[in-house]
């Protein structure tokens, strides 16, 4: 991810002496997926939701530009989908509504340009915000929130070590692409983006079990059936591993994104001779 930003950052100064700009503005739709404690695969059988959002860019010349977006999925994970039989024991599920803002260069390989070159991949990096709320439904079906509940002992006076996550965090988005000029109006765009947070609580699984009578002292029995759901009714070890602490948690989406094009409001002249009807030209 450094080495994404920085290989931009040189690159930028030499791309944009002397180049007329431009903006983009338009939507992106796609699929999104996550990757953590309860989903073992970066690209599974499973898990997909769709996404969508809003994408704007200013481009300082053909190959380097800025965006910015907001973007809206959902995310979730099952062990009963799991091959894993440690993790079928454990029986934990999420799902969470996920909004993001972000912002990042965009590099194209080859100069893009109304009259010139129609077509070229493209990278991008940044950096996001976003908001999560984990939950599950319990036996009962009912939508259950598990940060209040402190499935890890978070909060508690008992663990000083282990803190309350975080509804709001940041990521790293970074990707890349291929995007098309359709006409001398509309940029056709599709990419693959990841997004490696700083959060190993996106699916509220990190660390490992804490006592469970404690628990139940503190949240109540909502909290203990939720922090271990296995059908075999027996408590987990203290201190067993519930999740994995030494990797955070990522995202990722699969989008297309239509733009509409046209040149910066700093070159009106060059705008109207390139997209107005020819009686406005005169």
């Given at each position: 991810?450094?080495?994404?930003?920085?290989?931009?950052?040189?690159?930028?100064?030499?791309?944009?002496?002397?180049?007329?700009?431009?903006?983009?503005?338009?939507?992106?739709?796609?699929?999104?997926?996550?990757?953590?404690?309860?989903?073992?695969?970066?690209?599974?059988?499973?898990?997909?939701?769709?996404?969508?959002?809003?994408?704007?860019?200013?481009?300082?010349?053909?190959?380097?530009?800025?965006?910015?977006?907001a973007s809206?999925?959902?995310?979730?994970?099952?062990?009963?989908?799991?091959?894993?039989?440690?993790?079928?024991?454990?029986?934990?599920?999420?799902?969470?509504?996920?909004?993001?803002?972000?912002?990042?260069?965009?590099?194209?390989?080859?100069?893009?340009?109304?009259?010139?070159?129609?077509?070229?991949?493209?990278?991008?990096?940044?950096?996001s915000v976003?908001?999560?709320?984990?939950?599950?439904?319990?036996?009962?079906?009912?939508?259950?929130?598990?940060?209040?509940?402190?499935?890890?002992?978070?909060?508690?006076?008992?663990?000083?070590?282990?803190?309350?996550?975080?509804?709001?965090?940041?990521?790293?988005?970074?990707?890349?692409?291929?995007?098309?000029?359709?006409?001398?109006?509309?940029?056709?765009?599709?990419?693959?983006?990841?997004?490696?947070?700083?959060t190993d609580?996106?699916?509220?699984?990190?660390?490992?079990?804490?006592?469970?009578?404690?628990?139940?002292?503190?949240?109540?029995?909502?909290?203990?059936?939720?922090?271990?759901?296995?059908?075999?009714?027996?408590?987990?070890?203290?201190?067993?591993?519930?999740?994995?602490?030494?990797?955070?948690?990522?995202?990722?989406?699969?989008?297309?994104?239509?733009?509409?094009?046209?040149?910066?409001?700093?070159?009106?002249?060059?705008?109207?001779?390139?997209?107005?009807?020819?009686?406005?030209?005169?």
């Open positions: 991810m450094k080495r994404i930003l920085l290989l931009l950052a040189l690159i930028l100064p030499h791309c944009i002496q002397a180049q007329q700009t431009h903006h983009e503005i338009g939507i992106t739709v796609g699929a999104s997926n996550y990757w953590g404690d309860l989903q073992p695969k970066f690209f599974a059988n499973y898990g997909y939701h769709p996404m969508g959002g809003i994408v704007y860019k200013y481009f300082m010349g053909p190959h380097v530009g800025v965006r910015l977006g809206y999925t959902s995310l979730s994970a099952a062990d009963s989908l799991s091959n894993i039989p440690v993790s079928k024991q454990r029986n934990l599920s999420f799902a969470t509504h996920l909004f993001e803002f972000h912002g990042a260069l965009e590099f194209n390989f080859f100069p893009v340009e109304i009259l010139k070159r129609k077509a070229s991949p493209f990278l991008f990096g940044g950096i976003f908001y999560f709320n984990p939950f599950a439904e319990d036996n009962s079906g009912n939508k259950i929130f598990l940060r209040p509940l402190s499935t890890e002992g978070q909060g508690l006076p008992m663990y000083p070590d282990r803190k309350q996550y975080s509804l709001v965090n940041m990521a790293f988005p970074f990707g890349g692409g291929m995007k098309f000029f359709i006409g001398q109006k509309l940029m056709l765009t599709g990419e693959l983006g990841f997004r490696y947070t700083n609580y996106l699916d509220d699984v990190s660390k490992s079990y804490v006592n469970m009578d404690t628990l139940q002292a503190y949240k109540g029995h909502v909290s203990k059936d939720m922090s271990y759901r296995g059908k075999d009714n027996i408590n987990p070890n203290y201190g067993y591993q519930r999740g994995d602490s030494k990797s955070n948690d990522w995202y990722w989406f699969a989008n297309i994104t239509c733009t509409v094009y046209f040149r910066a409001f700093g070159n009106p002249r060059v705008y109207l001779k390139t997209k107005c009807p020819a009686f406005f030209r005169q």
